[in-house]
């Protein structure tokens, strides 16, 4: 009961007007801010790195891949990979879905066929337009070497297949999903000021002399203060669908797990770090690691897996756990990364309340 009571008073923040506006309001105006000025980087031209395909040689003799790879010396295909493929056509073409490669050449004495990935129209083009003139060098081969069997050559020599991939976040999609983590990850520094704020207005005295156990003070906080912050996520998460169409998956419950175990995260972060670093110092170490976190986690553009220096340090970030598992399960079905997501913002978020509570223990005051 008393556990309930200081949990209700922590939720009675909610009619506090003014905070309810900078709560909905900012990460509504990131969202549309964001979503509007970066579209550009998500739809985009962008410009074409190497392309990687795979392809196997079907033909009895293997005479087909030898003419193959001979083309290819002789025609310096730049920033194209070429990759002999000794497995099933289907292992290719799961290959391909995934994005590990561009396109899949199947190379048959009958004729060419090529499966490209969906996602990537300007590489399929310019892949097919190497397979196109290799498959007219090869037909007048046959026909110089053999003129009998060039009837037997198919007139549509190359036959190109589009595989769909995974569908991909717009710039609004993306930016919902990673302004609202960016949020629950700025409740941190709430969370660093549920005991101190009880110290500054000289309650924290009144609290202990009352018949509550710093215990049900402590869980009474967490509670109260994790249902108020899954409320307001809940808001922006309907505000962005409904105003901003915003897609949010499918599996909505699994997306709840991510945000409901980051929320737990940043709330057990900004409690225990204002136990461990006392004074006004501990404010200044959690808004350094939430700006950090944001940075390395993709809060503001989408980080690329180039090898620079940010997407080295991407994956340490706590937001790229929540914002790639999100990510996974909305556009690709995927609910292994949400469970180790939040396995891991749970565990986290274990071990620092379990610090915060040994240390409000040995404390004479909260």
């Given at each position: 009961?008393?556990?309930?009571?200081?949990?209700?008073?922590?939720?009675?923040?909610?009619?506090?007007?003014?905070?309810?506006?900078?709560?909905?309001?900012?990460?509504?105006?990131?969202?549309?801010?964001?979503?509007?000025?970066?579209?550009?980087?998500?739809?985009?031209?962008?410009?074409?790195?190497?392309i990687r395909v795979l392809y196997s040689d079907h033909s009895e003799d293997g005479s087909i891949g030898a003419d193959w790879e001979l083309w290819l010396r002789q025609s310096?295909?730049?920033?194209?990979?070429?990759?002999?493929?000794?497995?099933?056509?289907?292992?290719?073409?799961?290959?391909?879905?995934?994005?590990?490669?561009?396109?899949?050449?199947?190379?048959?004495?009958?004729?060419?066929?090529?499966?490209?990935?969906?996602?990537?129209?300007?590489e399929n083009s310019m892949v097919s337009g190497i397979l196109s003139a290799f498959a007219d060098r090869y037909k007048l081969s046959i026909a110089g070497a053999e003129p009998?069997?060039?009837?037997?050559?198919?007139?549509?020599?190359?036959?190109?297949?589009?595989?769909?991939?995974?569908?991909?976040?717009?710039?609004?999609?993306?930016?919902?999903?990673?302004?609202?983590?960016?949020?629950?990850?700025?409740?941190?520094?709430?969370?660093?000021?549920?005991?101190?704020?009880?110290?500054?207005?000289?309650?924290?005295?009144?609290?202990?002399?009352?018949?509550?156990?710093?215990?049900?003070?402590?869980?009474?906080?967490?509670?109260?203060?994790?249902?108020?912050?899954?409320?307001?996520?809940?808001?922006?998460?309907?505000?962005?669908?409904?105003?901003?169409?915003?897609?949010?998956?499918?599996?909505?419950?699994?997306?709840?797990?991510?945000?409901?175990?980051?929320?737990?995260?940043?709330?057990?972060?900004?409690?225990?770090?204002?136990?461990?670093?006392?004074?006004?110092?501990?404010?200044?170490?959690?808004?350094?690691?939430?700006?950090?976190?944001?940075?390395?986690?993709?809060?503001?553009?989408?980080?690329?897996?180039?090898?620079?220096?940010?997407?080295?340090?991407?994956?340490?970030?706590?937001?790229?756990?929540?914002?790639?598992?999100?990510?996974?399960?909305?556009?690709?079905?995927?609910?292994?990364?949400?469970?180790?997501?939040?396995?891991?913002?749970?565990?986290?978020?274990?071990?620092?309340?379990?610090?915060?509570a040994v240390m409000m223990r040995r404390r004479e005051g909260l």
């Amino acid at each position: 009961m008393n556990i309930w009571r200081i949990a209700v008073k922590e939720l009675m923040m909610f009619r506090d007007v003014k905070m309810l506006v900078f709560m909905l309001a900012t990460p509504v105006l990131l969202m549309l801010i964001m979503g509007s000025l970066l579209s550009s980087a998500f739809n985009g031209s962008v410009a074409v790195g190497d392309i990687r395909v795979l392809y196997s040689d079907h033909s009895e003799d293997g005479s087909i891949g030898a003419d193959w790879e001979l083309w290819l010396r002789q025609s310096g295909t730049e920033n194209m990979v070429f990759e002999k493929f000794e497995g099933s056509d289907a292992e290719a073409m799961e290959g391909v879905r995934d994005g590990s490669y561009s396109g899949y050449a199947a190379l048959n004495p009958s004729g060419f066929h090529y499966y490209g990935n969906s996602r990537s129209s300007i590489e399929n083009s310019m892949v097919s337009g190497i397979l196109s003139a290799f498959a007219d060098r090869y037909k007048l081969s046959i026909a110089g070497a053999e003129p009998e069997l060039e009837s037997m050559v198919p007139g549509s020599y190359v036959k190109e297949t589009r595989l769909k991939g995974s569908h991909m976040p717009a710039a609004m999609d993306y930016f919902a999903v990673a302004v609202t983590t960016m949020i629950i990850l700025y409740s941190a520094a709430t969370a660093g000021n549920l005991i101190d704020s009880e110290r500054t207005r000289n309650t924290a005295i009144r609290l202990l002399a009352s018949p509550i156990s710093k215990g049900e003070i402590f869980v009474g906080k967490i509670v109260g203060t994790m249902v108020l912050n899954a409320g307001f996520i809940a808001m922006i998460m309907l505000i962005s669908k409904y105003m901003y169409d915003a897609n949010w998956g499918d599996n909505l419950p699994m997306v709840w797990l991510v945000l409901l175990s980051e929320i737990a995260f940043a709330l057990s972060l900004g409690l225990g770090i204002s136990y461990i670093v006392k004074g006004k110092a501990s404010g200044i170490v959690i808004m350094t690691i939430i700006q950090l976190a944001c940075f390395f986690g993709g809060s503001y553009y989408r980080i690329e897996d180039n090898g620079d220096f940010v997407s080295m340090l991407a994956p340490y970030s706590p937001l790229t756990w929540s914002n790639e598992a999100l990510m996974d399960l909305i556009y690709g079905g995927e609910t292994g990364a949400a469970i180790t997501a939040s396995a891991l913002n749970l565990g986290v978020a274990a071990a620092m309340l379990l610090i915060s509570a040994v240390m409000m223990r040995r404390r004479e005051g909260l």
